[in-house]
């Protein structure tokens, strides 16, 4: 199978070909094909290879059963105090982990 990424002569020759399809449609405006090549090297892609976009992707963040991302703990330690605890020296912690590293503990029991 060839490499979709690779460019090949043949697949020059074609996003020329477009280019020029593509700068006639518009009415052959004065910046002439080569404006038009970018585009027509995406619709050439698109046409080689229709279902690029289906394939699945896994998600990078686990999700809970309803497909809501699951945030980190850890994420809220830049917050700071969001405001609702009496604490005036704000030495209290608002992420339910110490470290991170006994985050993954206990996650991974």
Not at 25 to 33: F, H, N, T, V
Not at 71 to 90: F, Y
Request: aromatic share 4%; proline share 10%; charged share 30%.
């Amino acid at each position: 199978m060839d490499n979709p990424l690779q460019d090949t002569p043949q697949k020059e020759a074609r996003i020329l070909a477009k280019a020029k399809e593509l700068w006639t449609a518009d009415g052959k405006p004065g910046c002439g094909p080569e404006a038009y090549k970018e585009a027509a090297s995406e619709l050439i892609g698109m046409e080689s290879n229709p279902d690029a976009g289906q394939i699945p992707v896994d998600s990078p963040v686990p999700l809970d059963a309803n497909g809501q991302p699951i945030e980190q703990a850890w994420l809220e330690e830049n917050l700071g105090n969001p405001g609702g605890s009496m604490n005036e020296l704000d030495d209290k912690q608002e992420v339910p982990f110490a470290t991170r590293k006994e985050e993954k503990e206990a996650l991974d029991d």
